[in-house]
Nanobody, 127 residues
Framework: QVQLVESGGGLVQPGGSLRLSCAAS????????IGWFRQSPGKDREWVSC????????IYLPSVKGRFIISRSTTGDTAYLQMNSLKPEDTAVYYC????????????????????WGHGTQVTVSS
């Protein structure tokens, strides 16, 4: 059974850091596209970052570029989102997603292109 489980969320003050983890079971994250998305109350799910399955290239939402870093473990069972210099507007439920399909850069930003999803982890940035 394919499963993704996020962890690492919590309450942090503005300017602080968190590292989110996405643990995979039932399949390997090695060679698959991995995306991180977030959703705030009343808003659509928003793409944040992704790492490609073929060459490991990464792209970021402009508002998080330079602050967030996406990566995957060498063992292929965990993906990460390191979040630094957090802002109140980063507050949301964060989801990881994965697909074995090769995606174009544009497709990697689309919710519909991912086959597997975790249940999310809450990140709250507040003083």
């Amino acid at each position: 059974q394919v499963q993704l489980v996020e962890s690492g969320g919590g309450l942090v003050q503005p300017g602080g850091s968190l590292r989110l983890s996405c643990a995979a079971s039932g399949f390997s994250l090695d060679g698959v596209a991995i995306g991180w998305f977030r959703q705030s109350p009343g808003k659509d799910r928003e793409w944040v970052s992704c790492i490609s399955g073929d060459d490991g290239s990464t792209i970021y939402l402009p508002s998080v570029k330079g602050r967030f870093i996406i990566s995957r473990s060498t063992t292929g069972d965990t993906a990460y989102l390191q979040m630094n210099s957090l802002k109140p507007e980063d507050t949301a439920v964060y989801y990881c997603a994965a697909t074995p399909d090769p995606l174009t850069v544009g497709q990697r930003m689309s919710v519909r292109r991912y086959d597997y999803w975790g249940h999310g982890t809450q990140v709250t940035v507040s003083s």
